[in-house]
């Protein structure tokens, strides 16, 4: 117990410490929120979405799975784009992978995962898509950071066509796409893509043939 016991006293300290910053700090957020950001990421345990990005409560909407995926019938990643959309009108939506991802390099291994097999079978899609790139790189470690890129960028894709951020485009509301791999090694953000914002950047976003 004494790891959950100390959560609860780290949120003690926590909030105390944002009282005697500002008074009012729990009161003004309260009310509403009003993030700017929609952050797709991944439940690594070691990416602190909000930690590494300086983000204050209010401030940022987060949405986890494992490899950071965005599947077009997964109901729960969709609702939250729709409200962060449609509700709190985030100007950025960003999908943000990481090193030395244990989603991606299960992906790779050969033994059976059990219903997580089928929650990687994107990532092992877009593995044999780009497989010549992939066998062309010189380590696993490269071949790994390779695929984290491929991996968000194709993320980004998948979100740039569903209807939530066609019809907002559609609209003029402009939510611009960005794509990140956050290196766990040293807690910095590299930028795969970005300010996708029309459906003729996400079609640069194709591969070439």
Known sequence: MKHYRKLIENNAEWARDMVAQDPDFFTKREQVQTPHHLIIGCSDSRVPLELMTGA????????RNIGNQVWETDMNV???????????????????????CGALKSAFADSAHGVLDHWLSDIRSTMRWNQHE????????????????LNVLQQVRILSRTPIILDAWKRGRRPMLHGWVYDIGSGLIEQVVQAVDST???MELLPKT
């Open 200 to 202: 003729e950047k996400a």
């Open 78 to 100: 969709l609702s939250v784009v729709q409200f962060a959309v449609d509700v709190l009108d985030v100007e950025h939506v960003i999908i943000c992978g990481h090193s030395n």
């Open 134 to 149: 992939l066998d062309g790189c010189t380590n696993g470690e490269t071949r790994l950071h390779r695929l984290s890129q």
């Open 56 to 63: 204050m409560p209010g401030e940022m909407f987060v949405h």
